[in-house]
């Protein structure tokens, strides 16, 4: 299989870890629950990579995003093609003008940013 382009789906997923009887590291997630929120990257339908981060920690904590993002975008500009279109689409808890000036400027893909546009982020 050699797609033309390749369409990454940037997003987290909260990680129930409040039964276990061991759970070094975990922290309260946004959802209320001791675990871990990863942040993981799909590329049709499968999680191609994955950070695991604190339960606590903002889906757009630190550099987490670009460092993930850079990984995958390496690994294919190697393995596969350096010219391929790669476009990146995730929700709006990863909407922060760092992430897409490093996409555009550094690392020369595409985004989609989605959510809900109140008038501040429209502004």
């Keep these: 299989m050699n797609p033309g382009s390749i369409v990454l789906d940037m997003d987290t997923m909260v990680l129930d870890n409040d039964d276990a009887r061991k759970r070094e590291g975990v922290s309260v997630t946004f959802k209320n629950r001791k675990g871990y929120q990863p942040i993981q990257i799909s590329w049709e339908g499968m999680i191609v990579n994955a950070y695991f981060g604190r339960g606590n920690a ?3 904590h630190g550099i987490d995003v670009k460092t993930i993002i ?5 690994l294919i500009r190697r393995r596969y093609s350096r010219d391929v279109p790669i476009m990146v689409t995730s929700d709006s808890g990863f909407m922060d003008e760092d992430n897409f000036e490093h996409f555009e400027n550094e690392l020369k893909i595409h985004y ?3 959510g809900k546009q109140y008038e501040t982020v429209k502004s």
């Design 70 to 74: 850079k990984e995958i975008v390496q």
């Design 112 to 114: 989609i940013c989605y």
């Design 58 to 60: 903002h889906s757009n």
